[in-house]
């Protein structure tokens, strides 16, 4: 290791000393949750299991001796609280936290036994060696147990984070124990996942900054712990593949991962990610800044490296950039989903052709930059009391810096999560917002939301949208609002705000709106024409010096797959 890495790694650690709560074993953190698994609302305090699983590991592969004790009773504590009954739907998965064992959980998360497993399977490999055998044994049956529920559950090869590393468990967990049919299992699994990439160019989490990383980390572990020659080969190709599509999405001046993202818990790219990048550049390039470089104890042992003829696009820009990608193949008639991203030297602008607006899409993300060292974004939501609307519905083209999109809703999608909270078509809201967030550093730039446009104006750089259209059961006429909170600045859509009422989307008629979007040197001009007919808003956008943008939207709630039926948005 990088003497600079090793520093970074040991600080990592120490950090995590005063975290860990001797009589339970365990680390001791702030609680935190997207807001579905488990049903913790306000605890303080919690004692995480991956967390510390992560500690153990980091104590035995940092090879502090003085900790080798606590590292063993950790991982023998982790194991006594996996479900180890054959029979139990839950056989081989381990809840999020010490608090709130699995049948609590609503519904419980079984990707854990695929995270923990991983992490006693590299703990087994790194240093079972030394373990007690007792422990030694009780490590083998719980990654075995683990195994088990992975294959059970059999997951497809759409889910890319859990597609490998549920194969990287299995297939090295077999190898590693003498379990063939694990190893075989994880290897077709594996290649299942790599033929279904391979034809579609992609992976289903699009261009996502947690799982593009995540997945690189899996194939990293892969690539240095699976023996079967044909595993590694896949790896490899798909390693290249990954690689690639990060360094051509990462805007090098304003230092961010340009959008569109398939699934993202942050919008502004984090100190560990862009240490994550230099670390995976090998030195060739700086991201992050000495002080504030992360090294995370999961990246120890895998050898993380971006390929070579890629490192360029992480160290300068070369010029404009535009990538198209087909993200999903539409079925039952229902429209392809394309990604479209462009880059300018001051800006990225990026969206997916349609979506629905959970809370980690980022169906249209624009960063962009005001001066040295200083960024913002822009990022679209719906939002339904104050968080993100699964039923909510985008669909949109785009032309360079130009986004012409619309919003419809589902009668059949979720509603903090799309297949978790099922909303069966009603809400009980006091509040339905579209919202254009702006975060990051705006300085030198004015807000202003003025009647049916609202945006950002600077001295060499518009952010402007437009509303062309907008009804909601049988009203009209709305304007944009601003407000800024928590040092982000909301430019809001308000489609209802009022006492607490059930909206039943499956008898509301009238239901959606279209907008126009740009960011530029100079102010937008929104020169549209626009139709309401035979239940559809219709909207053509002439953009100069670019070609037009059309859209069509379903003005009534619908089932999703319905909403995405119209053969093409061009009118």
């Known amino acids: 290791m990088n003497p600079d890495h090793r520093e970074a790694f040991v600080r990592a650690v120490e950090a995590m000393h005063a975290d860990y709560n001797e009589p339970i074993r365990m ?39 003085a900790y080798r004790q606590r590292s063993w009773d950790i991982l023998a504590n982790i194991v006594s609280l996996q479900d180890q009954d054959p029979a139990s739907p839950t056989f081989g998965i381990w809840p999020w936290f010490y608090e709130e064992p699995i049948e609590r959980m609503a519904p419980p998360d079984w990707n854990w036994a695929d995270f923990c497993g991983k ?20 490590v083998r049956r719980a990654v075995l147990n683990s195994c088990e529920a992975i294959r059970r559950r059999n997951v497809g090869p759409e889910y890319t984070n859990i597609a490998i590393m549920g194969a990287l468990v299995t297939l090295v967990a077999g190898e590693h124990y003498a379990v063939p049919g694990f ?12 033929e279904y990439t391979r ?29 079967n020659p044909s595993a590694r080969r896949w790896t490899e190709e798909l390693l290249d593949m990954a690689w690639r599509m990060v360094a051509v999405h990462f805007h090098p001046l304003l230092k961010q991962w340009s959008g569109p993202h398939g699934r993202a818990y942050d919008t502004l790219l984090t100190d560990a990610k862009l240490s994550f990048l230099q670390l995976a550049c090998g030195g060739d390039v700086e991201l992050a800044a000495s002080e504030r470089f992360v090294f995370e104890p999961p990246w120890f042992g895998l050898n993380i490296s971006c390929p070579k003829p890629y490192r360029g696009w992480f160290r300068a820009y070369d010029g404009v950039r535009e990538i198209r990608q087909l ?14 991203m462009h880059m300018e030297e001051r800006f990225s602008l990026g969206t997916f052709t349609q979506n629905i607006m959970w809370n980690q899409c980022r169906n249209m993300l624009a960063y962009f930059g005001v001066g040295p060292e200083a960024c913002a974004y822009a990022r679209l939501r719906v939002l339904h009391d104050g968080y993100d609307f699964c039923s909510a519905v985008f669909r949109s083209e785009q032309r360079e810096g130009h986004v012409l999109f619309g919003i419809q809703f589902a009668t059949d999608g979720g509603g903090r999560h799309p297949a978790l909270d099922p909303t069966q078509g009603k809400i009980a809201a006091s509040d339905l917002r579209v ?11 004015e807000a202003y939301a003025e009647g049916a446009q609202a945006g950002l104006r600077g001295e060499n750089l518009h952010l402007a949208v437009r509303t062309l259209a907008a009804a909601w059961d049988g009203r009209r006429g709305f304007e944009w609002e601003l407000a800024q909170e928590d040092g982000r600045i909301h430019l809001d859509f308000v489609f209802y705000s009022g006492p607490a009422a059930t909206i039943d989307l499956r008898t509301v008629t009238e239901a959606g709106a279209i907008f126009a979007f740009a960011i530029s040197e100079r102010a937008p001009v929104f020169d549209a024409d626009v139709e309401e007919k035979d239940g559809f808003i219709r909207a053509h956008w002439r953009i100069p010096g670019r070609a037009p943008a059309s859209l069509r939207i379903r003005m009534r709630p619908d089932e999703h797959h319905r909403l995405l039926l119209d053969p093409t948005s061009f009118i």
């Open 119 to 138: 992490r006693l399977l590299f703990a087994a490999i790194r240093h079972g060696s030394a373990f007690p055998s007792d422990l030694s044994e009780a």
């Open 183 to 194: 190893a075989e299992y994880g290897l077709k699994r594996l290649e299942r996942f790599y």
């Open 27 to 65: 680390l001791r953190r702030p609680f935190k949750s997207p807001g579905y698994h488990t049903t913790i609302r306000s605890a303080e305090f919690v004692h995480p299991i991956r967390e510390t699983l992560d500690y153990a590991l980091a104590l035995l592969d940092g090879e502090f001796a």
């Open 435 to 445: 919202r254009l967030e702006i975060g990051g550093i705006t300085e030198g730039m």
């Open 327 to 340: 993200v999903n193949r539409g079925s039952d008639g229902s429209q392809d989903r394309w990604a479209v």
């Open 199 to 227: 034809e579609r160019g992609t992976f289903n989490e699009y261009n996502s900054p947690t799982y593009s990383l995540v997945a690189i980390e899996e194939l990293s572990g892969l690539a240095a712990y699976a023996q």
